[in-house]
């Protein structure tokens, strides 16, 4: 990992139009939809954006969505086959971008073959330590077990089993000696800690330099993190500030969430976001369209790992609803065709590539220093310092012009001002300077 990485999330499924449900699950026919392929088209859209990395939304054998995982040794034949996986990878390593795989460690499928066994065989299964059952408990299986959040088609693992930590690293194993670059662990926070820390210990001996980011919703993250040993954490406290105090146009919520960010900058790297495969997109969750640029830009001048949720970019909608399906619209393939290079980018897009430039080229960003310098409900000045540079953002939600303080001499990189020679920011307006 260096200190420019720069991801492009996308959730391969979705994103190459595959069915909900895999018609190859319970088929012997040998057939496979080499969607994977399909990637390769793209491969210039992300090198143009600027992003240095990708992180694949889960690939491997499912049912359904790709976490009621199957077969993590087996490419999904929605998607293809191992073959055209490490073509994929190969083929963004010569563009110089790594990949990161989204990896299944603390649940399975209920299609997965050693809960298939306990189904069949009940206590007499071999694999009945690798779950959490009850035979006292008789359910619709003639026995109940532990599931995650709820949800029967996800069978928890038993990660007190050493069998399920060997499973675990070997899966990784598999897939680093194939080019992966680094793995998102779904529902890190919901794995013990000392699960994971055996487990990164293990793969960190085969990889030093491995990124391992772990989903974080909520709890403690520097307690999650440091138990853990993993490299960076989802910080969903910073994306909801972001979006809440755009809308609320309530800056102090955002300031607070600022100064626990630095916080855990000084424990972990944070995995920052404005839009993922579970959220509301950002240009729907806004209630103020003019806001969004505003959203991007912090973004990338806070300190952490940004990562751009495909179609972001592009300002694409979507709703994430709580019932059955309610994924689909954020999920989404993209309303563009990556090799029309005639075709028009849409202000979002370029609002994008010149921050994720800004960010490139001031790869100490990842780990400045930040602090607000000036605050009110619907303005913010943010300074964030490293070695030999500081840069200065503000922002204004107010229906009125704002003054903001920039002390220095500093040049304006990225947004606008009322005028060239002043520091006033325009209605609903936002500027970045930076001392080099």
Same mark, same amino acid.
Request: charged residues 25%; proline residues 4%; aromatic residues 10%.
């Given at each position: 990992?260096?200190?420019?990485?720069?991801?492009? =999330?996308? &959730?391969? @499924?979705?994103?190459?139009?595959?069915? #909900? !449900?895999?018609?190859?699950?319970? $088929? %012997?026919?040998?057939?496979?939809?080499?969607?994977?392929?399909?990637?390769?088209?793209?491969?210039?859209?992300?090198?143009?954006?600027g992003?240095?990395s990708?992180?694949?939304?889960?690939?491997?054998?499912?049912?359904? =969505?790709? &976490?009621? @995982?199957?077969?993590?040794?087996?490419? #999904? !034949?929605?998607?293809?086959?191992? $073959? %055209?996986?490490?073509?994929?990878?190969?083929?963004?390593?010569?563009?110089?971008?790594?990949?990161?795989?989204?990896?299944?460690?603390?649940?399975?499928?209920?299609?997965?073959?050693?809960f298939?066994?306990?189904?069949? =065989?009940?206590?007499?299964?071999?694999?009945?330590?690798?779950?959490?059952?009850?035979?006292?408990?008789?359910?619709?299986?003639?026995?109940?077990?532990?599931?995650?959040?709820?949800?029967g088609?996800?069978?928890?693992?038993?990660?007190?089993?050493?069998?399920?930590?060997?499973w675990?690293?070997?899966?990784?194993g598999?897939?680093?000696?194939?080019?992966?670059?680094?793995?998102?662990?779904?529902?890190?926070?919901?794995?013990?800690?000392?699960?994971?820390?055996?487990?990164?210990?293990?793969?960190?001996?085969?990889?030093?330099d491995?990124?391992?980011?772990?989903?974080?919703?909520?709890?403690?993250?520097?307690?999650?993190?440091?138990?853990?040993?993993?490299?960076?954490?989802?910080?969903?406290?910073?994306?909801?500030?972001?979006?809440?105090a755009?809308?609320?146009?309530?800056?102090?919520?955002?300031?607070?969430?600022?100064?626990?960010?630095?916080?855990?900058?000084e424990?972990?790297?944070?995995?920052?976001?404005?839009?993922?495969?579970?959220?509301?997109?950002?240009?729907?969750?806004?209630?103020?369209?003019?806001?969004?640029?505003?959203?991007?830009?912090?973004?990338?001048?806070?300190?952490?790992?940004?990562?751009?949720?495909?179609?972001?970019?592009?300002?694409?909608?979507?709703t994430?609803?709580?019932?059955?399906?309610g994924?689909?619209?954020?999920?989404?393939?993209?309303?563009?065709?990556?090799?029309?290079?005639?075709?028009?980018?849409?202000?979002?897009?370029?609002?994008?590539?010149?921050?994720?430039?800004?960010?490139?080229?001031?790869?100490?960003?990842?780990?400045?220093?930040?602090?607000?310098?000036?605050?009110?409900?619907?303005?913010?000045?943010?300074?964030?310092?490293?070695?030999?540079?500081?840069?200065?953002?503000?922002?204004?939600?107010?229906?009125?012009?704002?003054?903001?303080?920039?002390?220095?001499?500093?040049?304006?990189?990225?947004?606008?001002?009322?005028?060239?020679?002043?520091?006033?920011?325009?209605?609903?307006?936002?500027?970045?300077?930076?001392?080099?």
């Amino acid at each position: 990992m260096t200190c420019n990485d720069i991801y492009y =999330h996308l &959730y391969p @499924l979705g994103f190459l139009g595959a069915e #909900d !449900r895999n018609p190859h699950l319970h $088929s %012997d026919d040998g057939s496979v939809t080499h969607r994977l392929a399909d990637l390769h088209r793209w491969l210039d859209y992300f090198v143009e954006l600027g992003v240095t990395s990708l992180l694949l939304g889960p690939v491997f054998e499912s049912e359904t =969505h790709g &976490y009621d @995982l199957v077969d993590p040794f087996r490419v #999904d !034949r929605r998607l293809g086959d191992e $073959s %055209d996986l490490v073509a994929f990878i190969d083929a963004c390593h010569q563009r110089g971008l790594k990949v990161a795989l989204d990896m299944v460690f603390n649940h399975v499928g209920r299609g997965h073959p050693y809960f298939q066994d306990v189904l069949q =065989h009940g206590r007499d299964s071999k694999r009945c330590s690798w779950f959490h059952l009850d035979f006292d408990q008789p359910g619709y299986d003639g026995f109940s077990y532990e599931n995650f959040e709820g949800i029967g088609q996800l069978v928890k693992l038993n990660h007190a089993n050493a069998e399920v930590l060997d499973w675990a690293v070997r899966v990784a194993g598999y897939w680093m000696d194939r080019g992966v670059d680094a793995f998102r662990l779904d529902a890190a926070y919901a794995i013990p800690g000392r699960f994971l820390a055996e487990f990164s210990d293990q793969v960190r001996a085969e990889r030093s330099d491995l990124l391992l980011i772990g989903e974080v919703i909520h709890g403690d993250y520097v307690s999650i993190v440091e138990s853990s040993g993993l490299g960076a954490a989802t910080q969903y406290e910073l994306w909801k500030a972001i979006w809440s105090a755009l809308n609320d146009r309530n800056f102090f919520e955002l300031a607070h969430a600022l100064e626990r960010h630095s916080d855990f900058c000084e424990h972990f790297l944070p995995w920052t976001f404005v839009g993922n495969h579970d959220t509301t997109r950002i240009a729907t969750r806004l209630s103020d369209s003019r806001h969004l640029p505003q959203a991007v830009a912090l973004l990338f001048v806070i300190p952490g790992l940004p990562a751009v949720y495909a179609g972001d970019e592009l300002g694409v909608k979507g709703t994430k609803y709580e019932r059955e399906g309610g994924d689909d619209e954020i999920r989404r393939p993209l309303p563009i065709d990556p090799e029309d290079r005639d075709a028009g980018k849409p202000l979002a897009w370029q609002h994008h590539r010149q921050l994720i430039e800004m960010r490139r080229s001031r790869p100490w960003l990842q780990r400045g220093s930040l602090r607000v310098t000036q605050l009110a409900n619907r303005t913010i000045t943010l300074e964030v310092r490293g070695d030999q540079d500081v840069l200065v953002a503000a922002f204004n939600t107010d229906d009125q012009s704002a003054s903001c303080e920039v002390a220095g001499d500093k040049k304006l990189i990225a947004g606008q001002t009322v005028s060239p020679t002043t520091t006033e920011l325009p209605p609903h307006g936002w500027a970045i300077w930076s001392s080099n």
